[in-house]
């Protein structure tokens, strides 16, 4: 079982930045896939970026590549999300997610996979 919590929502006006962290804990041991996930009022919960903190292998939504950056501290077992150019869209409430195992590519957009989940943490966008 993995723990995850996030931190670093906050306000911004439009073209800014925010980072966002995702501490995970809990049986680490196992290969683990950090997703970042964002849900806007009304809407489903969509996918933003993940990472494997083994491998480092990441990917993005198109929506957000190119403007957002997912790293980790590994040490730390910290999971980042640099938001950069940010826009009203992107205001939401955005999770961090984690599953363990195999690699599933492109299956990760799909929330479903994803069985670990924290509270989530709100990002506002002024345009």
């Known amino acids: 079982q993995v723990r995850v919590m996030e931190s670093g929502g906050g306000s911004v006006e439009a073209g800014g930045s925010l980072r966002l962290s995702c501490v995970y804990s809990?049986?680490?041991?196992?290969?683990?896939?950090v997703g970042w996930f964002r849900q806007a009022p009304g809407k489903e919960r969509e996918a933003v970026a993940v990472?494997?903190?083994?491998?480092?292998?990441?990917d993005y939504s198109d929506s957000v590549k190119g403007r957002f950056t997912i790293s980790q501290d590994n040490a730390q077992k910290i999971v980042y999300l640099q938001m950069d150019s940010l826009k009203p869209e992107d205001t939401g409430l955005y999770y961090c997610?984690?599953?363990?195992?195999?690699?599933?590519?492109?299956?990760?957009?799909?929330?479903?996979?994803?069985?670990?989940w924290g509270q989530g943490t709100q990002i506002t966008v002024a345009s």
């Open positions: 997610g984690a599953r363990q195992g195999l690699f599933i590519g492109s299956r990760w957009y799909d929330p479903a996979n994803f069985p670990y």
């Open positions: 809990g049986d680490t041991q196992v290969r683990i896939y």
């Open positions: 990472m494997s903190t083994e491998t480092n292998w990441s």
